[in-house]
C-alpha cells in the first residue's frame, strides 16, 4: 500500500499536492493566516514549496505518512482557496492536557491537522469539508486512535470548525507549550 495521499474530492472541493504554480495564492494564504509575524518574504515560500513538493514523494519512499500541506480548491474552478494537512505528532497532545510529561505521555496513533484559507473564502464550510475529508481518510487508510487540532483561544472560528467535526475541545490553561491554547481531539470512535 502506497502511503503517498491521493487528491481528495468532496462535493466542492479538490484536495491535492501542491504545485510549483501554487506560489503566489499559497503565499498570500500563509502569509496573512500563519506568518504574518514572520512576514516571510515570496523567496522564503518558493523554498518552503520546492520543500514541500519534493517531500510528498521522498515521505511515500520512506513509506511514512503523508504529511505536509495539500492545496484546497473549489472543483469547478480550480481555484486555490486553501490549505489543508497532516503534521506528524511525536508527543500525544492530547495527553498533554492532564500535565504529562512526553515519558508519561500513552503513545497511541494520532496525527496533527490543519488548515488556513483566504479571508474571502471563509464562512463557507470550506475548512469543515476539508478537513472531514482528512480525517475521513485518516481514519480508513492509516488507522489512527485519534486526531488532534490546535488553534488559539481567540480564534472561535477555527474552534468551530473543530466542533463542527465532532471534536471534543479542550483549552490548555497551562501556557505551555505556547503554540497551543485550545485543542480539539477526535477519537475514531467518535468519527
Given amino acids: 500500500m502506497s502511503l503517498r495521499l491521493p487528491s481528495l474530492e468532496t462535493d466542492r472541493l479538490a484536495i491535492r499536492d501542491l504545485r510549483r504554480d501554487d506560489l503566489n495564492d499559497v503565499h498570500r494564504i500563509l502569509d496573512r493566516e500563519i506568518d504574518l509575524e514572520r512576514n516571510l518574504s515570496i523567496e522564503t515560500r518558493r ?3 520546492e520543500w514541500s513538493i519534493m517531500n510528498y514523494g521522498e515521505l511515500a519512499g520512506l513509506y511514512q505518512p503523508p ?3 495539500r492545496a484546497v480548491t473549489l472543483r469547478d474552478t480550480d481555484e486555490l482557496i486553501g490549505v489543508t494537512g ?4 511525536l508527543h500525544p497532545l492530547s495527553e498533554m492536557l492532564n500535565g504529562k510529561s512526553a ?3 500513552r503513545w497511541l496513533p494520532e496525527m496533527g491537522l490543519y488548515y488556513a484559507f483566504a479571508p474571502a473564502h471563509r464562512g463557507n464550510g470550506y475548512a469543515t469539508e476539508a478537513a472531514q475529508a482528512l480525517i ?3 481514519f480508513e487508510y492509516f488507522h489512527l486512535k485519534r486526531i488532534v487540532a490546535n ?3 481567540a480564534n472561535l472560528a477555527s474552534q468551530g470548525v473543530m466542533k463542527k467535526l465532532g471534536m471534543t475541545l479542550h483549552r490548555n490553561e ?3 507549550p505556547e503554540w497551543f491554547e485550545v485543542l480539539g481531539v477526535l477519537e475514531q470512535s467518535q468519527a
Fill in 86 to 89: 497532516y503534521s506528524p505528532m
Fill in 103 to 105: 515519558s508519561e505521555a
Fill in 47 to 49: 523554498h518552503w514549496l
Fill in 151 to 153: 488553534t488559539e483561544f
Fill in 136 to 138: 475521513d481518510y485518516a
Fill in 174 to 176: 497551562t501556557g505551555e
Fill in 67 to 69: 504529511y505536509g500541506d
